[in-house]
């Protein structure tokens, strides 16, 4: 992976990402088909989810980024086959808080992203020992997490890989998959962006794993802040075609002041 790569991959953990979903005309009728979700917690800046403005007529996802399954025993940190530790702001979002921003809120979920980035400042990839080690040490990790924080779902963020594209989704597939039948997730989504390498990782997932995940959290912010309406229309385009059948969030960052935030113009896809 190049440079620019990197300069992508820090541009991805923005503390507030807002994604949002229109009315589908094929879904259920009886459920709030309208969806904003949040990504909060990542760069420990206090932000609390009483600051976040909640709309009380769309269905509300906060998605607390991330836990990683890498130890900072270790410098620099590495991974650990499956057994996820929490790196959001836990000190702030606490399950307290969790418990308290569902009481007041009945639309809002809470959910939790796995990957993302950078750990310590060193780039995070998805790299496993062996498929059922890694899906096993990840089932018992998360789902003591879910439970102890009362979470709703998981999205699934890795950006880097040392593992081939049907690896990775065999075990992100059977991670979902045991959750869910579990009933310790309700939902599950994928976040993956415009770059080939991980756009092959993602599209075998989907392919073979499609029906479990629920959302496409496609990381539209990552283009650059200069994408016209019409070139964010086709970027749209592309994706249905790349995921077919697939539930695709239209999203945007809040945080372009933040120069670790922007996108560079040039990109190696
Ligand atoms: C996985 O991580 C370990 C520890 O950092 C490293 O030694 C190993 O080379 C990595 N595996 C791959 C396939 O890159």
Redesign the pocket.
Known sequence: MGSSTKLLAAALLPALLMMMAFHAPTMAAAANPNLFRDYIGAIYNGVKFTDVPINPKVRFDFILAFVIDYTTATEPP??TDGQFNIFWQNTVLTSSAVASIKRSNPNVRVAVSLGGATVNDRPV?F?ITSVDSWVRNAVTSLTAIVTEYNLDGIDIDYEQF??DPDTFADCIGRLVTTMKSNGVIKFASIAPYDNADVQRHYQALWRKYGAVIDYINFQFYAYSASTTVAQYVNFFDNQIVNYPGGNILASFTTNRCDPKLRRQDSRDT
């Open positions: 590495s991974p990839f790299n040392q593992a």
